[in-house]
Protein backbone atom coordinates (compact mmCIF):
# COMPACT_ATOMS: atom_id res chain seq x y z
CA UNK A 1 0.00 0.00 0.00
CA UNK A 2 1.60 3.90 -0.94
CA UNK A 3 2.48 5.47 1.93
CA UNK A 4 -0.63 8.50 1.88
CA UNK A 5 0.67 12.02 2.88
CA UNK A 6 -1.34 13.91 5.79
CA UNK A 7 -4.62 14.59 4.73
CA UNK A 8 -5.85 18.65 5.39
CA UNK A 9 -9.81 19.43 5.70
CA UNK A 10 -11.16 22.66 4.48
CA UNK A 11 -10.98 25.28 7.20
CA UNK A 12 -7.32 23.90 8.21
CA UNK A 13 -4.79 26.50 7.88
CA UNK A 14 -1.57 25.48 6.49
CA UNK A 15 1.78 26.63 5.09
CA UNK A 16 3.04 26.75 1.55
CA UNK A 17 6.01 28.21 -0.37
CA UNK A 18 4.15 31.05 -0.84
CA UNK A 19 3.12 31.64 2.53
CA UNK A 20 0.28 30.98 5.10
CA UNK A 21 -3.51 30.40 3.82
CA UNK A 22 -6.56 28.27 4.44
CA UNK A 23 -7.69 25.16 3.04
CA UNK A 24 -10.86 26.44 0.87
CA UNK A 25 -11.87 23.12 -0.86
CA UNK A 26 -10.37 19.55 -0.32
CA UNK A 27 -11.36 17.55 -4.18
CA UNK A 28 -10.88 14.11 -4.75
CA UNK A 29 -12.57 14.36 -8.42
CA UNK A 30 -10.91 15.78 -12.10
CA UNK A 31 -11.63 19.94 -11.96
CA UNK A 32 -10.68 23.08 -13.65
CA UNK A 33 -8.82 25.80 -11.55
CA UNK A 34 -9.11 29.23 -13.24
CA UNK A 35 -5.65 30.54 -14.54
CA UNK A 36 -5.13 34.17 -16.67
CA UNK A 37 -7.54 36.26 -17.62
CA UNK A 38 -9.98 33.25 -19.47
CA UNK A 39 -7.93 30.10 -19.27
CA UNK A 40 -8.95 26.86 -16.81
CA UNK A 41 -5.94 24.55 -15.76
CA UNK A 42 -7.09 20.63 -15.99
CA UNK A 43 -6.37 19.84 -11.83
CA UNK A 44 -6.69 16.08 -11.78
CA UNK A 45 -7.17 14.82 -8.39
CA UNK A 46 -8.64 11.63 -6.94
CA UNK A 47 -9.45 10.12 -3.60
CA UNK A 48 -5.95 8.84 -2.79
CA UNK A 49 -4.11 11.71 -4.58
CA UNK A 50 -6.65 14.92 -3.34
CA UNK A 51 -6.23 18.43 -4.14
CA UNK A 52 -6.28 21.03 -2.11
CA UNK A 53 -7.43 24.90 -3.23
CA UNK A 54 -5.61 27.08 -0.93
CA UNK A 55 -6.60 30.85 -0.05
CA UNK A 56 -2.97 32.51 0.34
CA UNK A 57 -2.92 35.67 2.84
CA UNK A 58 -0.17 36.39 0.15
CA UNK A 59 2.24 35.96 -2.33
CA UNK A 60 5.81 36.71 -2.96
CA UNK A 61 4.64 39.78 -5.16
CA UNK A 62 2.55 40.74 -2.44
CA UNK A 63 -0.92 39.83 -4.02
CA UNK A 64 -3.16 37.79 -1.69
CA UNK A 65 -4.88 34.92 -4.24
CA UNK A 66 -5.42 30.96 -4.40
CA UNK A 67 -3.68 28.29 -6.13
CA UNK A 68 -4.00 24.33 -6.23
CA UNK A 69 -1.54 22.08 -3.64
CA UNK A 70 -0.72 18.77 -2.89
CA UNK A 71 -0.54 17.72 0.53
CA UNK A 72 3.01 16.87 0.28
CA UNK A 73 3.08 20.51 -0.69
CA UNK A 74 1.05 21.57 2.64
CA UNK A 75 2.76 21.88 6.34
CA UNK A 76 -0.15 22.54 9.41
CA UNK A 77 0.15 26.24 10.46
CA UNK A 78 -1.92 28.46 12.36
CA UNK A 79 -2.71 32.24 12.36
CA UNK A 80 -0.54 34.98 14.52
CA UNK A 81 -1.88 35.77 17.91
CA UNK A 82 -2.59 39.53 17.80
CA UNK A 83 0.69 40.16 19.37
CA UNK A 84 2.24 38.16 16.77
CA UNK A 85 3.48 35.09 18.15
CA UNK A 86 1.44 32.09 16.33
CA UNK A 87 2.56 28.42 15.75
CA UNK A 88 4.14 27.64 12.60
CA UNK A 89 4.18 30.96 10.76
CA UNK A 90 6.66 30.28 7.92
CA UNK A 91 6.11 29.06 4.94
CA UNK A 92 6.84 24.94 4.59
CA UNK A 93 10.04 23.10 2.81
CA UNK A 94 9.13 21.59 0.33
CA UNK A 95 11.45 19.31 -2.13
CA UNK A 96 8.85 20.21 -5.04
CA UNK A 97 8.45 23.31 -6.72
CA UNK A 98 5.18 24.11 -4.74
CA UNK A 99 1.50 24.27 -6.11
CA UNK A 100 0.30 22.74 -8.78
CA UNK A 101 -1.28 26.06 -10.71
CA UNK A 102 -0.09 29.73 -10.76
CA UNK A 103 -1.55 31.41 -8.10
CA UNK A 104 -5.06 33.37 -9.18
CA UNK A 105 -5.77 36.39 -7.94
CA UNK A 106 -8.15 38.56 -9.74
CA UNK A 107 -10.17 42.11 -9.15
CA UNK A 108 -12.94 41.30 -6.86
CA UNK A 109 -14.86 43.45 -4.42
CA UNK A 110 -15.83 41.18 -2.07
CA UNK A 111 -14.66 43.72 1.15
CA UNK A 112 -16.84 46.11 0.34
CA UNK A 113 -20.06 44.40 1.86
CA UNK A 114 -18.26 43.31 4.85
CA UNK A 115 -18.03 44.73 8.31
CA UNK A 116 -16.21 47.78 9.00
CA UNK A 117 -12.18 47.04 9.65
CA UNK A 118 -12.76 43.88 8.06
CA UNK A 119 -9.44 42.84 5.25
CA UNK A 120 -8.12 40.04 4.18
CA UNK A 121 -6.97 38.74 7.01
CA UNK A 122 -10.27 38.50 8.65
CA UNK A 123 -11.70 36.90 5.66
CA UNK A 124 -9.07 33.81 6.05
CA UNK A 125 -9.68 33.65 9.92
CA UNK A 126 -13.39 33.14 9.84
CA UNK A 127 -13.36 30.87 6.98
CA UNK A 128 -10.48 28.77 8.83
CA UNK A 129 -13.22 29.18 12.03
CA UNK A 130 -16.48 27.88 10.40
CA UNK A 131 -14.45 24.85 8.54
CA UNK A 132 -13.52 26.41 5.11
CA UNK A 133 -16.94 25.98 3.95
CA UNK A 134 -19.46 28.21 1.83
CA UNK A 135 -22.60 25.91 3.65
CA UNK A 136 -21.40 26.08 7.20
CA UNK A 137 -20.33 29.82 6.75
CA UNK A 138 -24.47 30.04 5.48
CA UNK A 139 -25.55 28.18 8.74
CA UNK A 140 -23.20 30.59 11.07
CA UNK A 141 -24.54 33.55 9.62
CA UNK A 142 -28.59 31.80 9.67
CA UNK A 143 -28.36 30.69 13.15
CA UNK A 144 -26.91 33.80 14.74
CA UNK A 145 -30.13 35.34 13.22
CA UNK A 146 -27.79 38.19 11.65
CA UNK A 147 -28.87 37.62 8.09
CA UNK A 148 -32.07 35.76 6.27
CA UNK A 149 -30.35 32.76 4.51
CA UNK A 150 -30.71 35.11 1.12
CA UNK A 151 -28.14 37.46 2.45
CA UNK A 152 -26.19 34.97 4.05
CA UNK A 153 -25.57 33.13 0.94
CA UNK A 154 -24.83 36.39 -0.69
CA UNK A 155 -22.01 37.37 2.04
CA UNK A 156 -21.01 34.00 2.27
CA UNK A 157 -20.49 34.01 -1.57
CA UNK A 158 -18.56 37.03 -0.87
CA UNK A 159 -16.58 36.05 1.56
CA UNK A 160 -15.33 32.67 -0.46
CA UNK A 161 -14.60 35.10 -4.10
CA UNK A 162 -12.19 37.19 -1.50
CA UNK A 163 -10.38 33.66 -0.18
CA UNK A 164 -10.19 32.27 -3.46
CA UNK A 165 -9.30 36.21 -5.37
CA UNK A 166 -11.44 34.92 -8.25
CA UNK A 167 -15.54 34.46 -8.92
CA UNK A 168 -14.98 31.41 -11.17
CA UNK A 169 -15.26 28.88 -8.36
CA UNK A 170 -18.97 29.07 -8.51
CA UNK A 171 -20.97 25.82 -9.87
CA UNK A 172 -16.80 24.05 -9.73
CA UNK A 173 -16.34 23.04 -6.44
Given at each position: MPQIDSRYEEGDVVATDRGRGVVAAVL???????QGDDDLAEVSASDDQPAYVVGLTSTDSG?????????????????PDDDGDGEGGGPAETDSDGSITDVVSESVDALDGLPEGWDRQSVLQYWSS?????EECVDDLTDDEEFDEERAREQCSAMKDEVLRTTR???RF
Open positions: AEDFEFPDAGSAVYRASDLEASSFIGGSWWRN
